[in-house]
């Protein structure tokens, strides 16, 4: 099972269409799994009619998840965008300022850094360091 964490907590996953690879994405119903090693190029004719992208993180201190994340938006999409596996709670707010809506972590995860720990870092607007180098 998962736990999916927003701003507002734990929640756990409404229903979705299926996951489809990249791999079969011409077959897809609206809901993408990336590898943080795959190129989000191919995404681009279909990224109108993509509602969700799932970026997987294998390791919580391999970064290109966030990458990825980030070329995503900049090529225009406007769907839910996941982060899946490895992600910290002290990784939230980088999640949520590269374009992350979401982040879907194990119920193991989610016991040793409970909603509190996620819920410290939800206000991540406000606590970025440009805003900080900015008013001061």
């Known amino acids: ?6 701003d507002t907590g734990f929640h756990t996953e409404n229903p979705i269409p299926a996951f489809t690879s990249l791999a079969q994405l011409p077959f897809h119903e609206g809901a993408i799994d990336l590898a943080n ?3 989000p190029t191919a995404l681009a004719p279909y990224l109108d009619d993509l509602r969700l992208l799932r970026i997987d993180f294998p ?3 391999d970064g290109r998840g966030f990458t990825l994340a980030r070329r995503l938006r900049m ?3 406007k769907g839910r965008l996941r982060a899946r596996g490895h992600v910290l709670a ?3 707010a980088m999640a949520r300022r590269v374009g992350f809506d979401e982040v879907e972590i194990s119920d193991d995860l989610a016991a040793r850094q409970p909603e509190a720990d996620w819920l410290a870092r939800a206000d991540w607007q406000a606590h970025d360091h440009q805003s900080r180098l900015r008013a001061g």
Request: hydrophobic share 45%.
């Open 90 to 92: 002290d990784q939230y």
């Open 1 to 6: 099972m998962s736990v999916i964490v927003t």
């Open 59 to 61: 390791s919580f201190a």
């Open 37 to 39: 090693t795959d190129d």
């Open 75 to 77: 090529m225009g999409f």
